[in-house]
């Protein structure tokens, strides 16, 4: 069975330093993609990056980057420069398989940055 | 603007009450998804769905039904059988297949579904 664990409940980061959010996962399956939402207290979710397993760079997105470590089966974000903005819960997700229609989530980190 | 449209935004049940929450997407997406989110929680998924007139059971479906009857809508009905239907609930759509493998999820603003 699948499975995501983000073991850090919540996080304190200064404004303007970077702050990383571990993601650890468990799959048998070879392929699968690897996805990072925000969701702040207003509820929705948004995509922030991708990851897939076949992946040979770790992916980035403006002040967003993944540090992928296939082996150790772990997808840490990397925020950059965070921003008061920043403060919210951060999921991570995966989908696996041939049909990629199954989607899990972590269990979050609540990220607060403080001015 | 195409995307996903949840209704209500809040919604109360009684006691021994049924109530559906709706789904609707027009970003002609094959499939959908239910999540219930509990406060300060990652999200589970209920049910999946990959193609009209078919679902898969998530990892909480006891005590909630889904229909596919078309492919824009995917409603969800909590049950009396839940008995702590108190929650956020949130649906998503995707395209699926091999190409699906980089896509995200959209998702809806959520319903929050309390018992009076």
């Known amino acids: 069975a699948q499975k995501i664990t983000q073991t850090q409940p919540g996080m304190f980061v200064q404004e303007k330093e970077a702050v990383t959010l571990d993601c650890t996962y468990d799959?048998?399956?070879?392929?699968?993609?690897l996805f990072w939402y925000k969701q702040p207290s207003s509820g929705e979710m948004i995509f922030l990056i991708y990851?897939?397993?076949?992946?040979?760079q770790n992916a980035t997105e403006g002040r967003y980057s993944l540090n992928f470590q296939k082996a150790r089966k772990s997808a840490n974000l990397v925020i950059s420069a965070s921003q008061l903005g920043d403060s919210a819960m951060y999921f991570c997700?995966?989908?696996?398989?041939?049909?990629?229609?199954?989607?899990?989530f972590g269990p979050g980190t609540s990220l607060s940055v403080i001015p | 603007d195409g995307g996903i449209t949840q209704s209500p935004k809040y919604l109360f049940r009684k006691e021994g009450q049924n109530v559906t929450l709706s789904c609707e997407q027009n970003?002609?997406?094959?499939?959908m998804y239910w999540y219930r989110q509990d406060p300060g929680q990652g999200l589970r998924l209920i049910y999946y769905?990959?193609?009209?007139?078919?679902?898969q059971k998530g990892d909480i479906a006891e005590g909630y039904s889904v229909s596919r009857e078309k492919k824009e809508s995917f409603p969800l009905t909590v049950t009396s059988a839940q008995k702590n239907p108190t929650a956020f609930y949130l649906c998503?759509?995707?395209?699926?297949?091999?190409?699906?493998?980089?896509?995200?999820?959209?998702f809806g603003d959520g319903t929050r579904l309390s018992i009076l």
């Open positions: 998503a759509s995707s395209i699926r297949g091999t190409g699906a493998s980089n896509q995200p999820q959209h």
């Open positions: 799959t048998s399956d070879p392929s699968y993609g």
């Open positions: 990851q897939g397993s076949y992946d040979q």
């Open positions: 997700a995966m989908r696996e398989g041939t049909s990629y229609d199954k989607v899990i």
């Open positions: 970003l002609n997406h094959d499939a």
């Open positions: 769905s990959q193609i009209v007139n078919d679902f």
